[in-house]
């Protein structure tokens, strides 16, 4: 049983010593104490099902037994040196990574966050093109510091005094709020072609990249159409700009189909941001590209005295190796359909529900007050998930508005734990009052 301070003491000394910026979630916040595989323990002993794996981290299993085995038995022998000297751990996982991507992107460079991820790979676009202007997508979310935080499109986690130079914003292709009105496909991706727009309008013509997430994490899961990355990657390209994935959260087998979230667009980018996911939860972020693009970091020193650190590199390796042993990507293919689908299934009952999207163990519930104005239901999807933790079970909120309902559990869960999340979701949303 759990012996530290109480929950009340630990309110107490966070109020105190703790910077109000570290934000926690629930109006009377939750405290885990314990986690094993896809459930979490609070101080008290309640199990909860972990419906959004420490928000998109976990992607195995909390303390997955292989994987701790491993960092144990580094965490004894060698914590970190800095990456001046030589280690195994960074050389294996860089090449492990390099089998998983796609052809010619064989070189990472590791971080410890998908925001300092996000920031190389600016810095690489900018270096190797010559060109400061970078498109992102509206509704994305791409990190804290300060240039992710400038390509991030969401007003509330922008901070007032912090410069976004060169940064510009494209639409999403999120459909079920179509900025014009139209219909997939007979709207002809007009979304996708406004990235023209925005080159040709504010930028001198030549860009240094576009970076997006394949389905937008923060951002309420938007999907956009199959087509659409297609559209805007070649217009980027035509304007002498990188093309750039930040599969922070959609990585790593999530999408079920494929290892990578933008496989199931069709396009080849010319490099990769990660994160979360990447390390079942420890600090660890990286960005890979091609062998010419890689070269830019040598233009200048660059130095990151804990990227590449052996323990991360050790837990990144185990994490691949768990994943591809274990058949989790294949799980998050069997149970995210099986959950999709039931999902589907309680939209046709509970009102509330606007749409249900994603794909794989990356899927999203809009919750809407009413289905024809699709006015967010941003108080509803709060009280639902106040009341999801009651009843045992953890999911997370997205979008804009904070209207839309996310679920990205640890890719282990099975089908009853889906069939658990369904269930729990369907009581609660016949106890919420639409306002
Ligand atoms: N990119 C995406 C898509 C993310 O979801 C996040 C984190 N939510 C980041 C980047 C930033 O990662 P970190 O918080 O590790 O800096």
Redesign the pocket.
Known sequence: PYEGPTRDEVIALRHQYVSPGVLTYYQDPLMIVEGNMQYLWDEKGKRYLDGFAG??TVSVGHCHPTIIEKVQAQTGRLQHTTTIYLHPAIAQFAEKLASKMPEGLTRSYFTN??????EVAILSAREYTGNEPVIALRNG?????SI?MGLTAHGNWKFKSNPQLNVLHTNPGYCYRCPYDLEYPSCDLKCAYDVKNVIQYQSPGEIACFIG?PIQ??GGTVTPPKDFFKVVYEIVRQHGGLCFA?E??GGFGRTGHHYWSHQNYDVVPDGI?M??GIGNGIPL?GFTTSEPISEVMKNRIHFNTFGGNPISMTQGLATLEVIDEQNIQQNALEVGSHLKNRLLELQEKQPLIGEVRGLGLMLGVELVRDRKTKEPANTEAAAVMEECKNRGLIVGKGGLFGNTLRIKPPMCITKEDADFMVECLDEVLNTIQIK
């Open positions: 928000i998109v966050s998908g925001s300092e991820a996000n979310y791409h990190g804290g510091t992710p997430e994490g923060v930040d922070v959260q941001s994160a979360k972020g």
